[in-house]
């Protein structure tokens, strides 16, 4: 069964990132939902996708107080998709400035994760190989996933399986039948990002792929029923 998943909640109809987009994304049925995570200057953990503000300000040189409270916090968007799963992904990527070494937001996610329990409905993706790797270091029982833009050939497969990761993640110009089968036999699931053509979703779940991120649940949805 291929699993819709909600591209930063149902971002098509709703602000990205939002608690009224993770409700949304549920009552459009969404099976989970995908959000990005950031760490600001003192510690909070907050929803939000880009590197800095609207008007130039980076995150991480902020405080929580400095930013708009319809950006939630971690725990304010886990509340929100209740009854589903969720992809937390941690923005930290080495090309940034916000680039962080000491990983500090990764013990933080996991901290979230393991007060809450039922690890299974969580899944924690990074960019950032090294991330990602401490994610599964510091906590072997939550699920990880290796977001990449390019497989480069199904060598990204061989790199997340050997590393311990549970699934991979590839952008979807880049994923063709053979790449799905390579996910599969090394033991991973390959969700990929992001799709709202129902064409192409017809294909890739035709092809066996795990899940399908999109800005649109509901047409994912009903293209998926048939």
């Known amino acids: 069964m291929t699993l819709v998943i909600a591209h930063r909640g149902a971002s098509a109809a709703f602000p990205e990132n939002t608690v009224v987009a993770f409700e949304a994304a549920r009552d459009l049925g969404a099976d989970w939902v995908e959000l990005d995570v950031r760490r ?42 209740a009854g589903m799963g969720v992809n937390i992904e941690i923005k930290n990527i080495p090309l ?25 409905r969580y899944l924690v993706s990074c960019f950032d190989l090294a991330t990602v790797d401490a994610v599964h270091e510091q906590a072997p029982e939550i699920p990880t996933a290796f977001l990449v833009l390019d497989p480069q050939g199904g060598e990204a497969v061989d790199v997340a399986a050997a590393h311990g990761h549970r699934a991979i993640h590839p952008w979807v110009p880049m994923v063709d039948e053979a790449l799905v089968e390579r996910a599969h036999a090394a033991g991973l699931a390959l969700n990929t990002w992001t799709i709202d053509d129902p064409g192409r979703i017809i294909e890739l779940a035709a092809w066996g792929v795990d899940g399908v991120v999109t800005n649109a649940p509901d047409v994912a949805r009903a293209v998926l029923a048939g």
């Open 96 to 120: 940034e400035e916000a680039y962080d070494p000491s990983m500090a937001v990764v013990a933080d996610v996991i901290a979230e994760i393991r007060r809450r329990g039922d690890v299974e």
């Open 40 to 81: 600001t200057a003192d510690g909070a953990l907050v929803i939000l996708h880009d590197e800095a503000l609207a008007d130039g300000r980076p995150v991480h040189l902020l405080e929580r107080s400095d930013i708009d409270p319809a950006a939630p916090s971690l725990a304010e968007a886990l509340d929100a998709c």
